[in-house]
């Protein structure tokens, strides 16, 4: 009779990040202004990377895959939560939810690994500059990035595989502004430790591997360049690592504490306060910090500006 009377879940609430109607209308304008100048910052550098030849590098290769993958993450949560802060109705069916959580873990699996894959290439070059042609070749390029975007997809199958295997019996309130898988997993029925262990030992796996390849590699950069007796070289590599490792501080960080590190229940809000982080600002952040103080990227503009100029 007790196992009648569940009623399995069909669709999930999603709470938002505040229940106030004027901090809902003012986070719509600052998250609209957040997700417009996110979509321009990543549409330019894939358009420069592609228009422009002195681009055609390992470096900006990795970094437009990059600003692809980020536009796809946004994407995947920042319309929907500006409708609910329109509308206040933050209801998603359990295959919206479920498609929701796939997305954003798969866009953002990929970006873990394209972070260690670019501290590698920057480490090569560097460190390696005899070796560095033929060790990034195009086709090793290709390989490198098909490799990233394999990896995230199945490590996001398999974690939403896992979760969505269980079924939701209890509440259908979610206390985020998107249906974050480890979130969702904590209103599913049943013994959920099993499914808990290999989620967080796949989410481990996908974090720290990349996590300790950009450590390993930036420990032989730094070594490198202390060694250095020229100005102007360490000028150069600082500048070229140094935005990198600011987007490798910001994300790795927040995603962490998030996926790796166990979430207590006494701090509700914590969860979503963590995913504004690398969901909002972080994403925001990484076409401005590659771009501000990027020459090539400067000159690119200056040529694409000049050129539009004359065609008009």
Request: aromatic share 12%.
């Amino acid at each position: 009779m007790g196992a009648e009377n569940i009623t399995s879940v069909k669709e999930f609430i999603l709470l938002g990040l505040t229940s106030h109607r004027g901090t809902q209308l003012l986070l719509f304008g600052v998250i609209l202004i957040v997700y417009l100048l996110t979509l321009l910052g990543n549409l330019l550098i894939i358009t420069l990377v592609w228009a422009d030849s002195q681009l055609h590098t390992p470096m900006y290769f990795f970094l437009s895959n990059l600003a692809g993958m980020e536009i796809g993450f946004v994407t995947s949560t920042l319309p929907q939560m500006l409708a609910h802060l329109v509308t206040g109705n933050g209801v998603l069916s359990l295959t919206r939810c479920m498609l929701q959580g796939y997305i954003a873990l798969y866009t953002g699996s990929v970006e873990c690994l394209l972070l260690g894959v670019m501290a590698y290439d920057r480490y090569l070059a560097i460190c390696c500059p005899l070796l560095y042609a033929r060790a990034m070749s195009k086709f090793h390029q290709v390989l490198l990035a098909t490799t990233c975007w394999i990896t995230g997809f199945v490590f996001s199958v398999t974690y939403v595989v896992c979760t969505f295997r269980h079924s939701f019996c209890g509440s259908s309130l979610i206390n985020h502004f998107m249906c974050e898988l480890p979130v969702v997993l904590k209103l599913a029925c049943g013994d959920t430790k099993i499914t808990k262990a290999i989620v967080s030992g796949l989410s481990a796996f996908i974090v720290l591997i990349p996590l300790s390849i950009i450590l390993s590699s930036y420990g032989f950069i730094l070594n490198t360049v202390l060694h250095m007796r020229s100005t102007e070289g360490w000028r150069k590599a600082f500048s070229t690592c140094g935005s990198h490792l600011t987007v490798v501080i910001l994300f790795y960080g927040t995603v962490i504490s998030m996926y790796v590190i166990p979430q207590p229940d006494s701090a509700p809000d914590r969860n979503k306060e963590i995913a504004v982080f690398y969901l909002i600002v972080t994403p925001l952040l990484n076409p401005i910090i590659y771009t501000l103080r990027n020459k090539d990227i400067h000159s690119a503009v200056f040529k694409m500006v000049r050129r539009w100029g004359f065609e008009q």
